[in-house]
Structures are given as C-alpha cells and as structure tokens.
C-alpha cells in the first residue's frame, strides 16, 4: 500500500481513538464485526482523549 510508505517519509504516527465492534450496539456479541476509528499524529503524545 502506497499510503503506508507515505507515513514512514513523514513519521506521523498512528493513534487508535475508538475501537468497538456491533454487539456493543446490537448485543449479539456471538458474531461481531468491528470497527476503528484512527487519526495521524506527527506527536502523538499531543492527542489528548475525551472521557
């Protein structure tokens, strides 16, 4: 993938900011997909999460 040799030239960094799969919402956690929402950071010591 293109993209991620992209992010090595600009050494941003990945940072996971939700994760949560639909038997969180449905219930049914029997069979789940899931689902990430992630942002780049060049400091990703400056996301600070909301509570």
Known sequence: MKY???LREHEEK???LKYM???DT???K???VGYAAMA???D??????QE
């Open 21 to 23: 799969n639909s038997g």
């Open 14 to 16: 990945p940072v996971l």
């Open 40 to 42: 780049l950071f060049e």
């Open 44 to 49: 990703p010591n400056a996301y600070k999460p």
């Open 26 to 28: 449905a219930g049914d």
């Open 30 to 32: 029997s069979r789940v």
């Open 4 to 6: 991620l040799g992209e």
